[in-house]
């Protein structure tokens, strides 16, 4: 609401305006302290978003700073890590005594993001002492303050989606098994190669025409034989069994 000088009438443009810019008059008493913004609050919306402390405290800028360094160090630590090896980030640490360059840039960018979080809300707590002592001004929150509050809701209402409706089964990643057949003499060979789903296998099925055949608990790299009389024109079916019951062919020729 729209605040207005009792002495002049003038508009009051700031929140905190302690004498009239028109007629000089005091609009605040000298020694009470105000609160305009809570910084223990403040502390603790940075703590669960870096950035939304400053964003509350009406720092837009302040505030995208400390999130574009946050994101921007966690992005080049996942960078790192894919670009080192495929190990995961935790194992990274301890594979060798000898820390890598790697490793070490690693470590450094992790104490920087720690460091930007802290720093983070320490920042956001001066600041709201500083609008409540009158030596920052404050108009209102950043319009960005309510990113982290969207992101939440969003946040909430997938885990709802996946853990109550089920909607987390459209997005399991496929389940890649491989296998291969081919012919020595009257002898067809069927080879179990790779995939990335080999440790989830149940079971293989497997035969000429029908998968009469089963082949159970596979192991990457086993082979099985089967006997066929006519080249070319024997059809071989292989389909998988996963532990969960799912499954299908994953191999249909002739060899």
């Known amino acids: 609401m729209q605040k207005y000088c009792p002495e002049c009438g003038i508009p009051l443009y700031f929140e905190n305006q302690a004498v009239c810019p028109n007629c000089g008059v005091r609009l605040r008493p000298l ?7 809570n910084p223990y609050l403040a502390v603790i919306l940075s703590f669960f978003f870096v950035g939304w402390g400053q ?7 302040a505030g995208l700073k400390f999130f574009g360094a946050f994101l921007g160090s966690g992005l080049l630590i996942f960078i790192l890590t894919r670009l080192s090896s495929n190990q995961p980030l935790t194992t990274q640490f301890v594979a060798s005594s000898q820390p890598t360059t790697t490793q070490f840039l690693l470590i450094l960018l992790s ?19 500083r609008i409540n002592r009158n030596k920052e001004i404050f108009t209102k929150k950043s319009a960005l303050f309510w990113i982290p509050v969207i992101v939440f809701i969003l946040s909430v209402a997938a885990v709802i989606s996946v853990f109550v409706f089920g909607v987390g089964e459209y997005f399991q990643p496929a389940k890649v098994v491989t296998v291969t057949a081919t012919r020595q003499g009257d002898n067809i060979i069927i080879a179990y ?54 499954g299908g062919v994953i191999l249909d020729t002739y060899a």
Request: aromatic share 12%; proline share 2%.
């Open 111 to 129: 104490a920087l993001m720690i460091g930007i979080w802290v720093y983070g809300m320490y920042d956001a707590y001066q600041t709201a002492e």
């Open 193 to 246: 190669t790779v995939g990335s789903a080999h440790n989830l296998v149940s079971k293989l099925n497997y035969g000429i025409g029908i998968t009469d055949h089963e082949w159970n608990s596979p192991q990457v790299g086993e082979k099985v034989i089967l006997y066929g009389d006519m080249p070319g024109k024997d059809h071989v079916i292989v389909s998988v069994v996963f532990a969960d019951g799912s």
């Open 31 to 37: 020694f009470i302290r105000v609160v305009i913004r």
């Open 55 to 61: 964003w509350y405290n009406g720092k837009t800028g």
